[in-house]
């Protein structure tokens, strides 16, 4: 199975960017829809962003209408991680993001249908 491990998250102030790594291992990336996930204190998790496997046309990605615009998922087969680009970010996208990948094409947005998931970074963006 495929294990992951987020990175890249600490504390930006309003309009800054940060940009979010997840490493995958045991598995190649590039055959599981990856997602992102974030879960801020006291409220659901939600989801933010996710990339389809790769196929023959190549893959999709998808954004929550609250990121679109502003945040870029990305995948770098070569060193098998997914990237979250964020940029002109808000207090609002503080929380703890989580990455997540599930075996099939699809890069849905329904965080129950992913069966692997890494501990979380935590990303903190002061007004």
């Known amino acids: 199975q495929v294990q992951l491990v987020e990175s890249g998250g600490g504390l930006v102030q309003a309009g800054g960017s940060l940009r979010l790594s997840c490493a995958a291992s045991g598995r190649t990336i590039g055959n599981y829809a990856t997602g992102w996930f974030r879960q801020a204190p006291g409220k659901e998790r939600e989801f933010v962003a996710a990339?389809?496997?790769?196929?023959?046309?190549?893959?999709?990605?998808s954004y929550s209408d609250s990121v679109k615009g502003r945040f870029t998922i990305s995948r770098d087969n070569a060193k098998n991680t997914v990237f979250l680009q964020m940029d002109r970010l808000k207090p609002e996208d503080t929380a703890v993001y989580h990455c997540?990948?599930?075996?099939?094409?699809?890069?849905?947005?329904?965080?129950?249908?992913?069966?692997?998931w890494g501990q979380g970074a935590q990303v903190a963006v002061s007004s």
């Open positions: 997540a990948a599930k075996v099939g094409y699809s890069n849905t947005a329904h965080d129950d249908a992913y069966a692997y």
């Open positions: 990339i389809s496997s790769i196929s023959w046309s190549g893959s999709t990605t």
